[in-house]
């Protein structure tokens, strides 16, 4: 809602705004010109902004050394693979729990809901050793499964409350004008949960991409995605600073973008409903 | 609607999500319970037999401990401060007309999305690296000398580096709770001469509290158990060795299972402290 306000009241808000955005955007703004400097032009004195000679060599020399395509390659089948799994398990439960809601439903959310809330290192070490036991240390099945699990009780709250605004009375009237229970479904609810369960995938890839527990702790050289990648960079590596931020940009480039369209959702799936 | 019929399928539609869950709950934490009752060394014996409540006694009574609990609540309680005051500023301050709104909350919500231990190495190495960093040639700017961040100023870069990466967040929901704020009665008070100091007490902070708990209560919840910005800054010393890197480094690093695992009892415990809180409000929500 527009209110009116003076031109030049307007003009101040704009100024403040943006300075103070830019401020909060500086370190990612930073890192991404950086890596586009040599290194010695990374680290002169004073710090160089806009006029240097911009270069993509740093890339080149990421790649070649740390082979970032293969950790860019697990960390796509990880967050991509627990997404899918996780939306698969949490489809139908969410669905039921929206349209058959039953005394127990609520109870059900919850306790979903009280599983994440448990603390990853308090529960650090029986699951590294089910790992060993089962094979599954440092490699990508067990950590798709791992990162599907603590995601779980997000995606399934998350579609939950979308299918909860699907109106019921719909699925009657279509009832009514003869459509069968396969007709029902494709045709009426699928198109109307779709926007849902696309932002619920959004979110759940953007968590899973970025979580840095389990994939530190779970991983070493074969199975690493980009954050234990660029955890490798703590070592006296990351002192290259032009190659340090050629690395985190490429880590952070593909989640920044998507992460941009799923601002609004974002709201919905981290407070668990509790503010729309 | 609810035929017995569509019941039987409800919970069969349910169950793969239910039995995950609680297979994921149930069997890790049965072993942690277990194992914080036995000596366990797994490169020093393996399983030494039952230790009654000695794990528990002598990680409370390690000299780590207490300094542990001091760096986890300076930091949570810090991060949670300064989210939240600025949250709320910002968040006023993206409500008000402006030029190019949208592109500005895009500047503000970047840094949730970058991954934390991008953030950490970021902020260690480019911002406060006491040669080279940012930070550094700002303070030469000004002809200060050089703050040696992460050694002198340990808890407070921490808690700057995560309040960083948690502001979007408190931001994004303060905004959204900002946004349903009833336009007629702010006006109103304002024609009434209320000054905008008033207004924002009496009216605007208390509309924002139920969302302010949210953002207390989620972000605690993920604080207590940030990891990766410290694993790759100052690997817990300088006093920033918080409870949950205390036990990492137990189970991990030393090896001493059945002590690590009465640490994270402990943990578990005051996680769903916390937690309870947590889904007080949430269920309300649930009812409306």
Known sequence: ?276 | MATRHSRSAARIMMAPAVILLLGWMLVPLTMTLWFSFRKFLPLRGGDLGWAGFENYVRFVSSSSFWPSVQATLMIVGGVLVVTVILGVLLALLLDQPMWGQGMVRVLVIAPFFVMPTVSALVWKNMFMDPVNGVLAHLWKFFGATPVEWLSQASLQSIILIVSWQWLPFATLILLTAVQSLDREQLEAAEMDGAPSLKRFWFIILPHLSRAITVVILIQTIFLLSIFAEIFVTTQGSFGTKTLTYLIFQRVLESQNVGLGSAGGIYAIILANIVALFLMRIVGRSLDA
Not at chain 1, 192 to 211: C, K, Q, R
Not at chain 1, 220 to 230: H, M, N, Q, V, Y
Request: aromatic letters at 12%; charged letters at 15%; a positive charge.
């Open chain 1, 1 to 276: 809602m527009a209110r009116a306000v003076t031109p030049r009241r307007k003009a101040l808000n704009t100024l403040i705004a943006w300075a103070i955005g830019l401020m909060i955007f500086f370190p990612i703004l930073w890192t991404i010109l950086t890596s586009f400097k040599s290194e010695a032009q990374a680290i002169n004195d004073p710090p160089l902004f806009l006029f240097f000679d911009w270069t993509i060599e740093n890339y080149g020399v990421v790649q070649d050394r740390s082979d970032y395509m293969r950790y860019l390659w697990n960390s796509v089948i990880i967050a991509g693979g627990s997404t899918l799994l996780g939306v698969v398990v949490a489809v139908p439960a969410a669905w039921s729990m929206a349209f058959v809601p039953s005394k127990r439903t609520k109870d059900i959310l919850l306790w979903m809901l009280s599983t994440k809330m448990l603390p990853a290192v308090g529960v650090l070490y029986p699951i590294y050793l089910l790992f060993i036991e089962l094979g599954l240390l440092d490699t990508r099945t067990g950590l798709v499964i791992v990162l599907m699990l603590i995601n779980l009780p997000i995606i399934v709250w998350m579609l939950y409350t979308y299918f909860k605004e699907i109106p019921v009375d719909i699925l009657e009237a279509a009832r009514m004008d003869g459509a069968t229970l396969r007709g029902e479904i494709l045709h009426v609810l699928m198109p109307m949960a779709v926007p849902g369960i696309a932002s619920t995938i959004l979110l759940s890839l953007i968590l899973a991409w970025n979580e840095a527990f389990w994939t530190l702790n779970l991983t070493a050289a074969k199975a690493g995605p980009l954050t234990a990648f660029i955890a490798s960079y703590s070592s006296p590596e990351g002192l290259f600073f032009a190659k340090l931020s050629a690395a985190s940009t490429m880590a952070i480039a593909p989640i920044l973008i998507l992460g941009w369209f799923s601002q609004k959702q974002l709201v919905r799936g981290l407070t668990f409903g509790a503010v729309k």
